[in-house]
Structures are given as structure tokens and as C-alpha cells.
């Protein structure tokens, strides 16, 4: 998931004008930059609390048949348990007409999730995939392109035809649970790192006839599920749920995907 860096930041650019004497004149990069002495625009997020950002809900539904239903996720949060937390970011538009976001590194990132539901037509709750997902994580500085081409490490322009979101960027997940059919399976004391280095994440975007495209051009990291709990009961009286026993915890290490390309399209 960039599962998410990602997150969970949208940035929107408005472009700059005014008319004088019936003309309009364009605010390029060079104006900007003798009229403050600075190029570029800076964009800074800051997050107060764990609530700084919330959605009450995002509603999927399937209109390829005539009732279809629904994926629900709600109660959708975005913030830091630790006081406040600033996001920076850097924006520049270069010589080769490419969009440059340069983002700084952050610790204590939460991001929450209340819950992942089916739905069914009528809108009656179907399935609970996913409930209380909270996951607090660190992020390492990142850059990101859009545009009609990439650059390599050393610099080096590509054009390209279409329209292309290029991006380095690292995090770590430093801690983070999760319920799971209908809470029937939880787990808690979720990390993922590279051996407690943040994970190096490098992927490419974009969209042609076949669909949206995300290619995968590395990722290598350690997964670790502290503890893994199956079955609970409900108390009738309460409502309120005890998750079963522990089976215990789950490593997987050396996780990596170098050229992997995920397509989503429609049916």
C-alpha cells in the first residue's frame, strides 16, 4: 500500500494571472522569482492531533450489474498522537515542463481506519473485512515528477508520450493493529521495516488504454504481526467483543518486488 506513502498527501496547484490593460500576463517561475526573491511555492501540511484530518466515509459501488453493492470505508483519520507534525513540501516546475515535489521526512505519522465493509444493495452492512486499523509510521524525505518524462538518478531527462507520476520515497511502520472478519482474527504489534531502517519505495504511475498502472520498481522489507489472535466472543448483554487467544506472532523478512506492475481497470 503506498499501502499506501503515501499515504495520503493531495497537493493541487491554481495557476496565477492577472489582466492589465486587456492582456493577460502569466506568472512564470522567473516572475515569481523577482517579485520574491524565491522560486517555486512552498506547501506545508501541519496535523494537530490524531483527528487533524477525517473522512467520514469513501463509498465504492459496483455499477456493472443493475443492484450492485458496495465496498465501504469509514471513519477515515489522518494525524499525530505526538502534539503537532508539519509536512513540507517543495514545488517547482522545471525546464522540461515536469512537475518537481520535494517532501521532507517526518516521524509519528498516525493513520486510522474504522472500518472496511460490504454492502449490500438494499445498504445493509454484507461483511466486515477490516475494522480499527491504526498504524503509526515514519517518513523518510521524498521526491515526486509528473510530466511527459523522468529523470534517472543522475539527472538525465526522458521524454515520454504520456503522463507519467514518478516517485523515490521511504517510511516505516512502526506500529499498528487491525481487526479482521468481522473481528474474528486481530492483530496487533504490526511493523514493517528494513532491518529497522525505513523501506526504500520507488514506483511509476500512469494511465493508458489498458487502465491505471502502477509499476513497482523496488521495495525490500521485514514484516512483523506480534500477535495474532483467532475467534472471540460477544458478550449479549454489552455487545462488547473479546477477541479469543493468541496463536502467536508472524515474521516474514526480505519481502522485495523489483518490477512488478499492478493494472487496475474495469470489466
Avoid: C, R
Avoid at 89 to 106: K, L, R
Avoid at 228 to 243: P, R, W
Avoid at 248 to 258: F, T
Wanted: no cysteine.
Amino acid at each position: 500500500m503506498k499501502f499506501l506513502k503515501k499515504a495520503s498527501l493531495a497537493v493541487s496547484i491554481a495557476a496565477v494571472s492577472f489582466a492589465a490593460n486587456a492582456e493577460l500576463v502569466a506568472m512564470d517561475e522567473a516572475t515569481m522569482s523577482a517579485a520574491t526573491g524565491q522560486a517555486g511555492i512552498d506547501l506545508n501540511i501541519t496535523l494537530e492531533g490524531a483527528n487533524a484530518i477525517s473522512i467520514g466515509e469513501i463509498l465504492y459501488t459496483d455499477t456493472d450489474v443493475a443492484d450492485g453493492g458496495s465496498l465501504s470505508l469509514s471513519n477515515i483519520t489522518v494525524g499525530t498522537d505526538s502534539g503537532t507534525l508539519t509536512i513540507e513540501n517543495e514545488i517547482d516546475i522545471t525546464s522540461d515542463g515536469i512537475m518537481n515535489i520535494a517532501t521532507g521526512a517526518v516521524s509519528g505519522l498516525k493513520i486510522g481506519v474504522g472500518s472496511v465493509d460490504l454492502v449490500n444493495a438494499a445498504g445493509a452492512n454484507s461483511g466486515n473485512l477490516i475494522s480499527g486499523l491504526s498504524l503509526s509510521m515514519d517518513l523518510g524525505v521524498s521526491n515526486t515528477t509528473i510530466g511527459k518524462g523522468t529523470y534517472d538518478a543522475a539527472g538525465v531527462f526522458t521524454a515520454d508520450t504520456k503522463t507519467v507520476i514518478d516517485s523515490q520515497s521511504s517510511f516505516k511502520i512502526t506500529a499498528g493493529s487491525l481487526s479482521a472478519l468481522d473481528g474474528q482474527v486481530g492483530v496487533s504489534g504490526i511493523t514493517f521495516d528494513n532491518d529497522g531502517q525505513n523501506v526504500e519505495v520507488d514506483t511509476t504511475m500512469w494511465a493508458d488504454a489498458s487502465g491505471f498502472n502502477i509499476k513497482v520498481n523496488s521495495i525490500a522489507g521485514d514484516l512483523t504481526l506480534g500477535a495474532v489472535t483467532l475467534g472471540g466472543t460477544t458478550d449479549a448483554t454489552t455487545g462488547v467483543f473479546t477477541a479469543g487467544p493468541s496463536i502467536g506472532s508472524v515474521g516474514i523478512s526480505n519481502i522485495q518486488m523489483a518490477g512488478a506492475t499492478i493494472t487496475v481497470s474495469g470489466h
